[in-house]
Nanobody
Framework: QVQLVESGGGPVQPGGSLRVSCAAS????????MGWFRQAPGKEREFVAS????????WYADSVKGRFTISRDNAKNTVYLQMNSLKPEDAGVYYC??????????????????WGQGTQVTVSS
């Protein structure tokens, strides 16, 4: 069982930066691949980025590639999402997720077993 708690969301102006964090409970954090998803009002939850347990492989949605960076610190049981050059369309609730399944796509919510409660990111002038 893994519990995930996101933090770091808030308001930011377009073009600004924000870093959201996700702290995980448990002693086997490095056994989980981690993902970030976001959900805007009235829209489906969408994939943002993911990272393997050893940080060797990362994936990004095309919409954030070059602007967002996912990373993790296994010693701190924490995964981060650094967001730069933020746009209004980046706004939403950001969720972190954890999983261990070897099948399926990292871009699919179905691959993840555990989810946090989310942190709100607002991008507005």
């Amino acid at each position: 069982q893994v519990q995930l708690v996101e933090s770091g969301g808030g308001p930011v102006q377009p073009g600004g930066s924000l870093r959201v964090s996700c702290a995980a409970s448990g002693r086997t954090f490095n056994a989980y691949f981690m993902g970030w998803f976001r959900q805007a009002p009235g829209k489906e939850r969408e994939f943002v980025a993911s990272i393997t347990g050893n940080s060797i492989i990362v994936w990004y949605a095309d919409s954030v590639k070059g602007r967002f960076t996912i990373s993790r610190d296994n010693a701190k049981n924490t995964v981060y999402l650094q967001m730069n050059s933020l746009k209004p369309e980046d706004a939403g609730v950001y969720y972190c997720a954890a999983g261990t399944s070897s099948g399926g796509s990292f871009r699919s919510t179905r691959k993840y077993d555990y989810w946090g409660q989310g942190t709100q990111v607002t991008v507005s002038s």
